[in-house]
């Protein structure tokens, strides 16, 4: 697995912006997907995850809940974050990562996914 986070940006209280996550690999479809995320000065953590394809399961942070949407589009082996209704809370660094289909059961835990994107950087301004 081989995952290339993109799309962040700088976006106005209020906007939209949509994040991939691609594997170059292949292999996305087999494996749990999360995002997460890191603030400055903040530790990580879980913003949402969908499960391997065939289950079609999601779970999201209470923060973000209402406002993000986590979906695989497995023709394209890319698992999208569309964020809404941005805030100044989100500004964060973003992170993709995966894991077998066992890490479901400890999708909030950061540290549980074994593969990593290199992060995207989501700023929110006033």
């Known amino acids: 697995v081989q995952l290339q986070a993109s799309g962040g940006g700088l976006v106005q209280t209020g906007g939209s912006l949509r994040l991939s996550c691609a594997d170059t690999?292949?292999?996305?479809?087999?494996?749990?997907v999360g995002w997460l995320r890191q603030a400055p000065g903040k530790e990580r953590e879980f913003v949402a995850a969908?499960?391997?394809?065939?289950?079609?399961?999601?779970d999201y942070a209470e923060a973000v809940k209402g406002r993000f949407i986590i979906f695989r589009d497995d023709a394209k082996n890319t698992v999208f974050l569309q964020m809404n209704t941005l805030k100044s809370e989100d500004t964060a660094v973003y992170y993709c990562?995966?894991?077998?289909?066992?890490?479901?059961?400890?999708?909030?835990?950061?540290?549980?996914?074994?593969?990593w994107g290199q992060g995207t950087l989501v700023t929110v301004s006033s």
């Open positions: 969908v499960s391997q394809d065939g289950n079609g399961f999601t």
């Open positions: 990562a995966a894991g077998p289909a066992g890490v479901w059961v400890v999708r909030r835990r950061w540290g549980e996914y074994a593969y």
């Open positions: 690999g292949r292999t996305l479809i087999t494996y749990v």
